[in-house]
């Protein structure tokens, strides 16, 4: 199970960015968080265009199958929709990994039992 945010666990931020000209301010090689798939087209296809690591939310599994075709490396999806992505993950084969947002460890749990790729805590997106 991929978990990021955990203070336990060593882990790169993922940087929010809503602007091209903010990615250009990001650490090279940083995974960019864009937010909510929809709101954020035009900077996905400019990460894809330009090979940068992203991810973005997804709020339907159609969310997801186009994040993914435009090269998200992780989709976020609260549950029960994550299960969802993640068996359409396994059966197109998805490149990017499916993360479930969660605030407490508590949450793992669930998460595992239903086979998510992963989690990742709040702390885990550095805010600009």
């Known amino acids: 199970m991929i978990i990021i ?8 931020p993922f940087y929010y960015v809503e602007t091209i000209e903010e990615i250009a301010q990001t650490p090279s090689g940083a995974t960019l968080w864009l937010g909510p ?8 296809r400019h990460c894809h265009q330009n090979g940068l690591p992203y991810g973005v939310m997804a709020e ?4 997801a199958l186009l994040a993914n075709a435009l090269g998200a490396r ?3 999806a609260s549950e029960p929709l994550a299960s969802k992505v993640q068996k359409a993950a396994e059966t197109y084969l998805f ?3 499916v993360l479930v947002p969660v605030t407490d460890e508590s949450d793992m749990e669930a998460v595992a039992q239903v086979g998510v790729d992963g989690i990742i805590f709040p702390q885990a997106i550095a805010q600009h």
């Open 5 to 12: 945010g955990h203070p336990d666990i060593p882990y790169e």
């Open 74 to 76: 992780y989709i976020l």
């Open 37 to 44: 798939y929809r709101q954020t087209v035009e900077l996905a």
């Open 95 to 97: 490149d990017a990994k």
């Open 60 to 63: 339907s599994l159609t969310d």
